[in-house]
């Protein structure tokens, strides 16, 4: 049997590890676990030996230095998202194989879109804030619908490619913006390719670009200011791809709806004004966060470890390493 170390907590584990998971945990590998103790020493007798280490969120970086001489595993698998801040690329050198929870994490993060353009295109927050303040219908204001809109996406991530998929029943005319997507990809995904912005004309725009310096800053004051009346901006991915003061201010003025999940710093520090704002809706990076999202991450990354110990497969949650520099 292969030998697989867990390099994360016991509550890290009950967190991202479902029964399925542990059932093939199981039959499949010959496994040790690490304990609350996550130092280097401790993470380093783990993994130098063993085939394949299973990490997540509070894993330490792993060590190149431990693939010296061939001793280190010849599989990661991160039961979380980005790999970036857990391996050094050059362990990628040495033929390792990683495999990241990205993909499922991205279902969840395109439920958080999708979620997030119903509440406001109807203004529920600010019927439920009348309604808290006394009030009933109202005459001044009306919701809208997201069904035939037009949907402007920037980036065409894994989480993007959920909210398409999500999308799909509510007929929207779909634009993405992202310099690496080919014809023949748009079509598969029934999408339109679009420039920066052609997205930015649309009554709805998300946001799901990597945090790299090509995307720091990519939608400016000048592109808000360039927004459609009442558009609805979604950013799940990172706080610097927009100008989060041109965008709050736009909001505050009346003139936009907004979504963040996501700031530039985090966390934030609002005054009153935009905490009290209707049309902006707040969340603490929660977007890939869900209960039953966290509990198959393990499985997820694992199935895909087992197809390509057997046949070589590269399942979904793959990560490679031709597209390291552009992934999230």
């Known amino acids: 049997m292969p030998k697989l170390a867990v390099v ?3 509550d890290r584990v009950a967190d991202v590890c479902g029964p399925d ?3 093939l945990l199981d039959d499949r590998f010959e496994v040790s676990w690490a304990g609350a103790d996550l130092s280097p020493a401790a993470v380093e007798k783990l993994v130098v030996g063993c085939d394949v280490v299973l990490t997540s969120w509070g894993t330490p970086q792993l060590e190149k230095a431990w693939w ?4 280190g595993p010849k599989v990661v698998a991160h039961a979380a998202g980005s790999v970036k801040k857990l391996i050094d690329p050059a362990i990628l050198e040495q033929g390792v194989a990683v495999f990241s929870a990205g993909p499922r994490i991205a279902w969840s993060v395109g439920e958080y879109c ?3 353009m119903l509440t406001l295109v109807r203004r529920l927050s600010r019927f ?3 309604v808290r303040q006394g009030g009933w219908k109202q005459s001044t204001f009306r919701g809208g619908e997201l069904a035939g809109q037009s949907v402007g996406i920037l980036g065409a991530s894994s989480t993007a490619r959920a909210l398409i998929t999500l999308l799909k029943p509510f007929g929207c005319d779909v634009l993405v913006y992202d310099p690496y997507l080919s014809d023949e990809r748009a ?3 029934g999408v339109r390719i679009a420039s920066l912005e052609e997205a930015l004309r649309c009554r709805f725009v998300s946001i799901h670009v990597p945090d790299v310096p090509e995307t720091r800053g990519l939608v400016t004051r ?3 200011e360039q927004l459609p009346d009442q558009a609805i901006v979604v950013n799940s991915s990172r706080g610097p791809a927009i100008d989060q003061e041109a965008l709050l201010e736009q909001c505050l003025d009346g003139r936009l ?3 963040l999940d996501v700031y530039d710093p985090e966390p934030p520090e609002f005054g009153p004004e935009v905490l009290a704002a209707s049309n902006l809706l707040l969340t603490p990076h929660i977007a890939g966060d869900t209960t039953e999202g966290h509990l198959a991450l393990a499985g997820y990354v694992l199935a895909d470890v087992v197809k390509w110990l057997d046949d070589g497969i590269r399942g979904p949650s793959f990560v490679d390493p031709a597209v390291w520099s552009i992934a999230a």
Do not use: E
């Not at 010296?68 to 001793?71: I, Q, Y």
């Open 8 to 10: 994360m907590t016991p």
């Open 21 to 23: 998971a542990r059932q």
């Open 68 to 71: 010296s001489g061939g001793a």
């Open 114 to 116: 999708l979620a997030s």
């Open 128 to 130: 439920d804030q009348a």
């Open 187 to 189: 079509k598969q995904l």
């Open 222 to 224: 000048k592109l808000i």
């Open 257 to 259: 709806f907004a979504a």
